[in-house]
Nanobody, 119 residues
């Protein structure tokens, strides 16, 4: 099992910045990818950014150039630096970890943290 805990959400004005952090604990060996997803009211959950154990990153087109994902603490923590925030970035942000095994890939999720961009 992998436990994920997010922190750093809150209310910010358009154009502002926030940094989200996610700490992983539990059975960490085998985690291949960590990342962030978000879900806005009335919408489905969507990928924001991911980073793999090989160091590759992937971003949603809507956040490229504004958001940066960092994997830290020997891979046990992943952060999301969000700059130039827009009202459409308002959502609950979820940390995700994908762990591989002989049985396949298991997704683990944090409880989520609210990000609100509003003046």
């Amino acid at each position: 099992q992998v436990q994920l805990v997010e922190s750093g959400g809150g209310l910010v004005q358009p154009g502002g910045s926030l940094r989200l952090s996610c700490a992983a604990s539990g059975s960490l060996p085998g985690i291949e990818t960590m990342g962030w997803y978000r879900q806005a009211p009335g919408k489905g959950r969507e990928l924001v950014a991911t980073t793999s154990s090989r160091g590759t990153t992937d971003y949603a087109d809507s956040v490229k150039g504004r958001f940066t994902i960092l994997r830290e603490d020997a891979g046990n923590r992943v952060s999301l630096q969000m700059n130039s925030l827009k009202p459409e970035d308002t959502a609950v942000y979820y940390c995700n970890a994908k762990k591989g095994s002989v049985l396949g890939t298991t997704n683990y999720w944090g409880p989520g943290t609210q990000v609100t961009v509003s003046s």
